[in-house]
């Protein structure tokens, strides 16, 4: 009995074992990894797209993030006195 047990042991740590060798290997620049795009691309024509903002100029990306951090998400100046 206690041969039998050592036996499924070392063939259980052996399947783990050559389980382990078959990984394959994840590098970012390997065949199919899809690389993103510059965020003031855009994604096309949408609905929720900020006026003001053209698809493709970084400037105007620009300026809208700057007057989103200043009017939109800053409390301070959403408050009332």
Do not use: F, H
């Not at 382990?20 to 065949?31: I, K, R, W, Y």
Request: charged share 15%; glycine share 14%.
């Amino acid at each position: 009995m206690s041969q039998r047990l050592t036996l499924s042991i070392a063939a259980v740590a052996l399947t783990l074992g050559l389980a382990a060798c078959g990984d394959q290997p994840q590098e970012m620049t390997g065949s199919g990894v899809k690389q993103d795009g510059a965020p003031y691309t855009g994604v096309g024509k949408s609905q929720y797209v900020q006026g003001g903002w053209s698809a493709g100029d970084k400037a105007s990306w620009e300026q809208q993030l700057k007057s989103r951090a200043q009017y939109g998400q800053n409390d301070y100046t959403r408050m009332s006195n």
